[in-house]
């Protein structure tokens, strides 16, 4: 048996995340390790901070063709790496918070995600990979994403 029993990737679709999901795979693979994928939609609200903003039809319109989006394409990616459907995880929220709060619910022992290599202030505001890592319980695996 591997050292890791239950890797969780965790994939926004909105930046080259291929790199990322092959490491996945190979780490798994090597670790005959049951791969999990995680996808969360962060609340359009959650841009402002006073909390205070009206909703509009457009608004609710968008939000809900991005939560159909977001949903589609996990779940053509959870057919394309073969990852049974109790192990993909489709969550609204704060990203970091739902990552953890999955990969504990999960028991993941390995959360593998991408990174930018933020820098300067950047990485002074924070990043998902930053916000994971330092929440986490159990190992973070953070692939570098390469600018093409
Ligand atoms: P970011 O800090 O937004 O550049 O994201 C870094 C990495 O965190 C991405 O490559 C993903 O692996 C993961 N990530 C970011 N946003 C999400 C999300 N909404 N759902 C799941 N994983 C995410």
């Known amino acids: 048996m591997g050292s890791y029993n239950n ?11 291929r790199s990322v999901i092959d490491k996945a795979v190979e780490v798994a693979e090597m670790n005959s390790a ?6 969360v939609v962060e609340p359009l ?10 909703w509009g039809e457009e608004m609710v319109s968008l939000e809900a063709a ?7 394409k996990l779940d053509e990616l959870c057919q394309e790496l073969k990852v049974a459907g109790q192990d993909c995880y489709f ?3 704060k990203s970091s918070e739902e990552i953890h709060a999955t990969a504990q619910e999960s028991n993941i022992d390995l ?4 990174t930018h290599g933020q820098h300067g ?9 930053n916000s994971v890592l330092h929440g986490s319980t159990c190992d973070v695996l953070a692939v570098r994403i390469k600018e093409s």
């Not at 402002?48 to 009206?54: F, I, K, L, N, V």
């Open 45 to 54: 609200a959650y841009a402002y901070t006073d909390g205070m903003t009206t």
């Open 111 to 114: 959360i593998i995600l991408g």
């Open 121 to 129: 202030l950047q990485l002074l505001l924070g990043s998902t990979a």
């Open 91 to 93: 969550r609204t929220g």
């Open 7 to 17: 890797i969780l990737l965790a994939v926004d679709f909105h930046s080259d995340n």
């Open 34 to 39: 049951t791969l999990h994928l995680i996808h």
């Open 66 to 72: 991005i939560r159909e989006d977001g949903r589609k």
